[in-house]
């Protein structure tokens, strides 16, 4: 069982940035072997990958919608990954969630059925 806790979350106008962290309750060894995901949404619409970093998988993988504007990184060493925004816009608002996925499995990690397991949410408001 791997338990998340997403923080960071905020409000910030238009253009502005901010950086959302996603803490693993497991051991970095154990880390490495699952994927992390980051996903959002707004009120009303549905869930929607932003993006994923693996070990051993090259680039963090991008969301067309948010490529060049997000970035992903981990720690591995405090079981932590980021999700760097910047640029933001008022369509970038709403709950925003990390997930881990054994990164044996197959499936596209930008869907949320490749994830076994979640954190609460933690929201993000951008006003224009």
């Known amino acids: 069982q791997v338990q998340l806790v997403e923080s960071g979350g905020g409000s910030v106008q238009a253009g502005g940035s901010l950086t959302l962290s996603c803490v693993a309750s497991?051991?970095?060894?154990?880390?490495?072997?699952?994927?992390i995901g980051w996903f959002r949404q707004a009120p009303g619409k549905r869930r929607e990958g932003v993006g994923s970093?693996?070990?051993?998988?090259?680039?963090?993988e991008y969301t067309d919608r948010v490529m060049g504007q997000f970035t992903i990184t981990r720690q591995i060493s405090k079981t932590t990954a980021y999700l760097r925004m910047t640029s933001l816009k008022p369509e970038d608002s709403g709950t925003y969630y990390c997930?881990?996925?054994?990164?044996?499995?197959?499936?596209?990690?930008?869907?949320?059925?490749?994830?076994?397991?979640w954190g609460q949410g933690t929201q993000v408001t951008v006003s224009s």
């Open positions: 997930a881990a996925g054994h990164n044996w499995k197959s499936g596209s990690l930008l869907t949320s059925g490749r994830y076994e397991y």
């Open positions: 970093i693996c070990t051993g998988y090259g680039a963090p």
């Open positions: 497991v051991e970095p060894g154990s880390y490495t072997t699952y994927c």
